[in-house]
């Protein structure tokens, strides 16, 4: 199984980005899909997680600004990022929980920064 992830870049305050997390691979397997992220000198957090039902949870900095879906016939994920903020500054990696095994992505730079 493999997590491909594109999407990131950089962006000014008030913006919007998407992310997008593919899984190759994994057949039907998937339990949910899911963003953390990583700010330099900072522990890897959680940004929202989608389960195979279609059931999400956001981390509180997230809620009301960021909005992830996922598609389980093409195993995908999606992270649409809107009134980003300088602390939404991070690396963000995507996360899946496939099989019962756990498996991330490489990593994607976001930067919101005037």
């Known amino acids: 199984v493999q997590l491909q992830a594109s999407g990131g870049g950089l962006v000014q305050p008030g913006g919007s980005l998407r992310l997008s997390c593919a899984a190759s691979g994994s057949g039907t397997s998937i339990n949910w899909m899911g963003w953390y992220r990583q700010a330099p000198g900072k522990q890897r957090e959680l940004v929202a997680i989608i389960s195979n039902l279609g059931s999400t949870h956001y981390a509180d900095s997230a809620k009301g600004r960021f909005t992830i879906s996922g598609d389980t016939a093409t195993s995908t994920t999606l992270l649409t990022m809107r009134r980003l903020k300088p602390e939404d500054t991070a690396v963000y990696y995507c996360?899946?929980?496939?099989?019962?095994?756990?498996?991330w992505g490489q990593g994607t730079q976001v930067t919101v920064s005037s």
């Open positions: 996360n899946a929980l496939i099989g019962g095994y756990n498996y």
